[in-house]
């Protein structure tokens, strides 16, 4: 099985490249410049070039806040690019693996969790731009699979545990909204069920998350606890942050489906940060 990796760079594409690395497995992951995902003649050369069997689609902007001014560097990332490497896929037979986001919804669900069959409502620019990156993918290939994810976390710099345990050097008082809930997801589970989703010859759109949920404040908690630092942490509304796009406040997904399908039983997010803290995800990148 051959692959191909767009957005080298993030978090989610380390974690298969580190994977592929350790399986012996032959795959490709082009930095930007040889693979401008929004220019669809780059996209069609290196997919005629090197013919994988499998896209992994981690490129994404996922500047929520910016997006709300830069709508169209958001929706040239997360639409225009998408509909190019389906294309693409669809005209070599691939297999189109690509990641979407749990703000397609409004977050005024009452009866439980988010799944697939819920209807859609973003609330910002961010959301909007993946909303539409997701539907570009299923109406141009064939063979796609999309999975949304929520609040990712890996090893590196780019995820909220991160920029958690950076405030503790300078601030010994924190405030982390209480009113905002989802499912943090790590990547190292995002890679196996995403693997085995491939396995088993999985296509459509799909929730893929840890199991459970929790506020942003309660995971602030569990990390800080996981990682021994003890800090002051208040609960505080996300309104109080004054941010530029407006969030919603509950958007946990629930993996029911994906996990009953591919027969696999998924980590809670509590045994998926306890992972990440032990294998030193702070220090690895």
């Known amino acids: 099985m051959k692959y191909l990796i767009t957005g080298k760079n993030g978090q989610l594409a380390r974690e298969f490249i580190r994977k592929f690395e350790t399986q012996s497995n032959d795959f490709m992951a082009p930095d930007e410049a040889h693979l401008d995902i929004t220019n669809p003649g780059k996209v069609a050369a290196v997919v005629r070039e090197y013919r994988p069997e499998v896209i992994i689609n981690c490129a994404a902007y996922n ?19 998408p509909k190019n490497l389906a294309q693409a896929a669809d005209t070599h037979k691939a297999v189109l693996v690509h990641f979407g986001s749990d703000y397609v919804f409004d977050g005024l669900k009452e009866n439980g969790l988010y799944t697939e069959q819920d209807g859609t409502g973003p609330l910002n620019e961010y959301g909007k731009s ?28 780019q995820n909220f545990i991160y920029k958690l345990n950076e405030w503790t050097k300078t601030t010994d008082y924190l405030k982390i909204a209480c009113d905002e809930f989802s499912v943090p997801t790590s990547t190292a589970t995002v890679v196996e069920v995403t693997l085995e989703a491939l396995a088993q010859g999985l296509t459509g759109k799909y929730h893929l998350t840890n199991s459970g949920y929790c506020s942003r ?28 796009a407006k969030r919603p406040k509950f958007s946990a997904m629930s993996n029911d489906r994906i996990a009953s399908l591919l027969n696999v039983s998924i980590p809670t997010l509590e045994e998926a940060v306890r992972s990440f803290v032990k294998r030193g995800g702070l220090t690895s990148e």
């Open 130 to 157: 993946k909303l539409a990156g997701e539907q570009q993918v299923l109406k141009a290939s064939s063979k796609a699979l999309v999975l949304r994810l929520s609040w990712v976390f890996g090893p590196g710099r």
């Open 63 to 81: 500047l929520v806040d910016k997006a709300e001014q830069d709508n169209r560097a958001a929706f040239a990332v997360n639409e225009l690019g």
């Open 217 to 244: 404040y309660e995971w602030a908690k569990a990390a800080l606890a996981g990682l021994g630092i003890r800090k002051f942490v208040r609960p505080v509304s996300m309104d109080s942050f004054n941010l530029p």
